[in-house]
């Protein structure tokens, strides 16, 4: 029953910022994992961020030093601040919830756009 809903995407210069958020709803638990995927245009989904409930950080090796997740459980939010943007993170920015148990689930925003540009 878990809800995502994202914002924050827009059209950036190269070298510029955007911070995305995601509204969570629903029924959460310590152990499920939230992090951002995202698409870029004829690729495939990849993982971008991800972070437990207690705070531990993952990110990919394209984006490690540039961008931090962050997490608020409390009001189940979660954010991905972007810095030093390229042209290669243009993709379509998804907020997911992963539920752990029984089993895996994932539950998935609708994405938003972002564009690095000149």
């Known amino acids: 029953q878990v809800q995502l809903v994202e914002s924050g995407g827009g059209l950036v210069q190269p070298g510029g910022s955007l911070r995305l958020s995601c509204a969570a709803s629903?029924?959460?638990?310590?152990?499920?994992?939230m992090g951002w995927y995202r698409q870029a245009p004829g690729k495939e989904r990849e993982l971008v961020a991800t972070?437990?409930?207690?705070?531990?950080?993952n990110y990919a090796d394209s984006v490690k030093g540039r961008f931090t997740i962050s997490r608020d459980n409390a009001k189940n939010t979660v954010a991905l601040q972007m810095n030093s943007l390229k042209p290669e993170d243009t993709a379509v920015y998804y907020c997911n919830y992963r539920r752990t148990t029984p089993y895996n689930v994932d539950f998935w925003g609708q994405g938003t756009q972002v564009t690095v540009s000149s």
């Open positions: 972070i437990t409930y207690a705070g531990a950080t």
């Open positions: 629903g029924i959460f638990s310590i152990l499920d994992v």
